[in-house]
């Protein structure tokens, strides 16, 4: 059920920006409000969600890292893991964040003949990591359409990635291994009953938006030979805010973009915005230097303190009546 409903909003949302565009022509709307009021609504929820993480109080050091933590001289220190200084702990965040490294220490459990077994599996590593490398080389070269003119290094980017040669136009090799990824990352959900079990329309959606956009860019490049020049044209008019219309754009680029819009509204409020959380996060970016360093917790507030001889003074001529010993007579 929840597959379907994912499919199902996709395929509305695709839809939803064919008729606009195809039937009733609003290319002013799909072209220009949607993609301006898709990019605010992007940047406003990105900055909200990290300002509010951010303001949670972290009062402590509270590195919960795996890997030896720096102790007697002899004993060796895991300085990737557990880094005791900022250097550290940034050499640590750039791994995490280019070759997802805690993602690498993934492991399954299987019951083989009645015994639990635990295994590595690699797989989910490898697919996300193709997944993310590959949209963000797709999402560098799509910078063309926003820079005038055109940086070398994205030329360069591009004839890297179309360095096979096949076809023409010319086949992204990443386009391949973006597809092959998410239907990867998307099999693994339907497919791996204890996975499919914990998955809600929120796992399935966006891979499934993104497998939406990446077709209809396929399909656009390969299939209907968008007109670049016209998109150019409008993005260069979106950027520069003077936007205007364009008739010559096929409608599958609309739907293209629409999609993309619907996925920069989605972003802030998915589990998506773990590409802004990784920063936030007080296991990679907390250096475990608590023994080093002296932690006061900053709620800690004045404790009134009422000491016994106080208390003896206080109460001296009642203790005494009824014959309790005093310190101070
Ligand atoms: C999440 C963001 C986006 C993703 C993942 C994405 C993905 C893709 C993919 C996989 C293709 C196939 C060809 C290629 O790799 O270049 C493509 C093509 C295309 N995309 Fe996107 N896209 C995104 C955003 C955009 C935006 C914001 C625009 C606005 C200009 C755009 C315009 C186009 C156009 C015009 C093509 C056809 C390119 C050609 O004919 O060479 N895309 N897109």
Redesign the pocket.
């Known amino acids: 059920m929840k597959v379907w409903f994912s499919l199902l909003a996709v395929i509305i949302l695709a839809l939803t920006a064919w008729v606009g565009v195809e039937i009733l022509h609003l290319n002013t709307l799909f072209g220009i409000i949607i993609?301006y009021t898709a990019i605010a609504v992007f940047i406003g929820g990105f900055i909200i969600r990290v300002v509010r993480w951010g303001k949670s109080p972290v009062p402590f050091c509270i590195t919960t890292t795996c890997g030896q933590q720096q102790s007697l001289p002899w004993i060796k220190q895991n300085k990737i893991e557990n880094p005791t200084n900022t250097w550290g702990v940034i050499w640590r965040m750039v791994l995490e964040v280019t070759l997802f490294r805690s993602l690498f220490r993934n492991t399954k459990t299987e019951k083989i003949e009645d015994k639990l077994v635990f295994g590595s599996a690699q797989w989910l590593w490898f697919g996300s990591l193709v997944f993310h490398w590959s949209?963000l080389i797709?999402?560098l070269?799509?910078l063309r359409?926003?820079l005038n003119p055109v940086p070398g290094l994205i030329i360069g980017l591009e004839s890297l990635d179309s360095f096979l040669q096949i076809g023409v136009?010319l086949l992204?090799i990443?386009?391949v291994l973006?597809?092959a990824a998410l239907t990867y990352l998307f099999l693994r959900r339907v497919m791996i009953p204890n996975i499919k079990y914990i998955s809600q329309i929120a796992d399935y959606f966006p891979v499934l938006l993104?497998l939406g956009?990446?077709a209809?860019?396929?399909l656009?490049?390969?299939v209907y030979?968008?007109d670049?020049a016209a998109?150019k044209e409008?993005?260069m008019s979106l950027v520069s805010f003077k936007p205007t219309t364009s008739t010559t754009i096929g409608t599958i680029?609309y739907i293209?973009?629409f999609l993309?819009s619907s996925?920069?509204v989605y972003f802030p409020c998915s589990k998506l915005m773990h590409a802004g959380g990784i920063f936030l996060s007080p296991t990679r970016n907390l250096a475990n230097n608590s023994r080093i360093e002296r932690y006061i917790n900053p709620w800690n507030y004045e404790v009134e303190k009422h000491h016994y001889s106080e208390y003896e003074d206080e109460f001296r001529d009642k203790m005494r009546k009824v014959g309790l010993p005093l310190e101070k007579e």
């Open positions: 993609p949209m797709i999402l070269r799509h359409f926003f136009p992204y990443t386009d973006l597809v993104l956009i990446a209809s860019g396929i656009g490049r390969y030979g968008v670049v998109v409008l993005t680029f293209h973009i993309v996925l920069a």
